[in-house]
């Protein structure tokens, strides 16, 4: 099943951020996006508390039951091992952070899920590696470039990377052709105002477009 995820991640190389979005609206905002070609959802915990991890645990299994065999659905901002246990019990198929945690990393594949840790400098990289992880997310990756992609992918090559922080339509492409294989993207693909009128037809057909530039 591992290496299922992960090829399907290189295959479709956008990962959908959802964060912080009500229960009841996680199911069509998810077929929206579904219908837009997207295959891969990641519900971030709630590193302020807001959110228990219990709850969010629930969404997750909420999404992955729905999508099961259609999607494949993960885990965003998992910073502790009790959040990536949570979501191995949900059905989560992947883990993304924001950091570069050994803990948490060797606990994800120790339960058999893919591993896509935070990291921007060189020594984050490839500790991140060292330590089994599957990618390695840089993030926030706009404030450094493009330029600052290639430069760190010449001597980690052997490295599988995603762009994260500030994508959009606009730069994929200039990424893509910088080396990284894969994006996560946020408030940019899911918009407020369409979620919050209801407008779903609107997010699949921004959908659409992201899928578009990485076809």
Known sequence: MREDVIKRIEEEKIIVIVRGVESDKLIPLAEAMYEGGIRLLEVTYSANGKISDEETAKNIELLSKHFEGRMYIGAGTVITEKQV??????????????????????????????????????SEIQSAHRYGADFVKLFPITNMGVDYVKAVKAPLSHIKFLAV???????MGDYLKAGVCGFGVGSNIIDKKALADCDYESITQLAKKYVAQVK
């Open 165 to 171: 922080g500030g994508i959009d339509e606009n730069n």
């Open 85 to 122: 246990e949570l979501t191995k019990n949900a059905g989560g198929k992947f883990i993304i952070s924001p950091d570069t945690y050994e803990n948490v990393i060797k606990k994800t594949r120790e339960l058999d899920m893919v591993s896509m840790p935070g990291a921007l400098t060189p």
